[in-house]
């Protein structure tokens, strides 16, 4: 009877052991990213994971001296610090406040609008460490996987056209402003020929009043040298 209990917890420990070295055993993962600096380090992560389009969520970053777990925390470490988020070659500035109940960490709401990834560039400086990198975070998912019920096709559509409708009203008053600036440009164009006619005008009658002027003085002197070639 000893024998068999002790075999049964023999098999019952092999057991838990192959348990918790399985793959598929549930395990708490953190997706937030952690980067050595000298003597700091910089973790980069949603605070919500995982992340989804339309959802309010916000990137944490956590900077400690020595090592994220039990570093010191920093007070007003990203004071010298750029830091945006990027997608594709679009990017947005981030304005981090401190967290009341952790120190040294710092959030910026953010509402991801596009499935796909997402990425932190950060340049600056941690009490004199220079920092210089870009952190990938995890892709953003269509907020439709957790979505219910489920959004109609029409909403959609309407949503399309609202899209479509906004673009082109852009476009017609882009269109209206360029019309405008050439009508202005039409009309300067004409008042500065109207300008150098006017001038033209002005020279012309100063030019035949002078030829007037030289022909009655012409006339005038061969009157007066007749005159006096009569007088002879």
Do not use: C
């Amino acid at each position: 009877m000893k024998t068999r209990i002790i075999t049964l917890s023999l098999v019952f420990m092999m057991l838990l052991l192959v348990i918790s070295l399985s793959p598929f055993t549930p395990k708490s993962v953190s997706a937030h990213i952690s980067k050595v600096f000298g003597n700091y380090t910089v973790e980069v992560g949603w605070a919500n994971e995982p992340a989804f389009t339309g959802q309010m969520n916000s990137i944490q970053v956590t900077v400690k001296k020595d090592n994220v777990d039990n570093g010191t925390a920093i007070v007003d470490a990203l004071t010298n610090m750029q830091i945006s988020v990027k997608y594709g070659t679009v990017s947005k500035q981030l304005d981090f406040v401190p967290s009341d109940e952790v120190l040294g960490l710092y959030s910026s709401p953010l509402i991801p609008t596009r499935v796909g990834s997402y990425n932190v560039v950060m340049k600056g400086t941690v009490e004199g460490q220079n920092i210089d990198t870009e952190y990938a975070l995890d892709d953003v998912g269509s907020s439709d996987t957790i979505n219910f019920p489920q959004t109609s096709d029409t909403s959609s559509n309407m949503g399309q056209i609202g899209t479509i409708i906004n673009q082109l009203t852009s476009d017609i008053e882009d269109a209206k402003s360029s019309a405008n600036s050439a009508a202005q440009s039409v009309a300067n164009v004409g008042k500065s020929f109207q300008e150098v006619k006017d001038t033209t005008d002005r020279l012309y009658m100063i030019s035949m009043a002078g030829i007037g002027i030289g022909v009655a003085g012409i006339v005038i002197a061969v009157f007066a040298i007749s005159r006096k070639g009569e007088k002879i």
